[in-house]
């Protein structure tokens, strides 16, 4: 049975830190601005490599390019960065036509990366207390 969503909920469910990365949140604002990369990186003085690489995660723009971009798409910076504050609306589920099992698919993807995020900001937690006794032991 396909999870129901309101608006808000959806798009945190698809665009939040826990689970959307910069790259992530970047594609999905340019898309929903109908840019195409060449297109946007024209507008920001950037190659189109450039956006790739912003999109794949391989890098990240500037504070000036990331305030350039925000206002370009019409999302706010907090948004691009952590997924909160005024960004674009989550993909409509119901795109995926009649088959539950991809609404399905897709809910997993997400409580995938959920759990994948909590667990690294547990292991960061681990590692922190580690290198602290260490030094202590020193």
């Avoid at 997400?110 to 994948?116: A, F, M």
């Amino acid at each position: 049975m396909p999870l129901e969503y309101d608006d808000e909920t959806n798009s945190e469910e698809w665009y939040g830190e826990d689970v959307a990365t910069f790259g992530d949140r970047l594609a999905a604002a340019r898309e929903a601005a109908g840019l195409k990369r060449i297109e946007f990186a024209k507008r920001l003085g950037v190659k189109k490599a450039t956006i790739s690489d912003w999109e794949d995660d391989l890098s990240e723009p500037r504070a000036n390019r990331l305030q350039m971009m925000a206002g370009l798409l019409n999302v706010s910076v907090g948004w691009l960065l952590t997924g909160e504050g005024d960004g674009v609306d989550a993909p409509d589920e119901s795109l995926d036509g009649d088959d539950p099992g991809l609404v399905a698919l897709l809910a997993d993807i997400r409580d995938v990366r959920g759990r994948i995020k909590s667990d690294l900001d547990r292991l960061a937690r681990v590692e922190k207390a580690l290198r602290k006794r260490l030094i202590e032991n020193e």
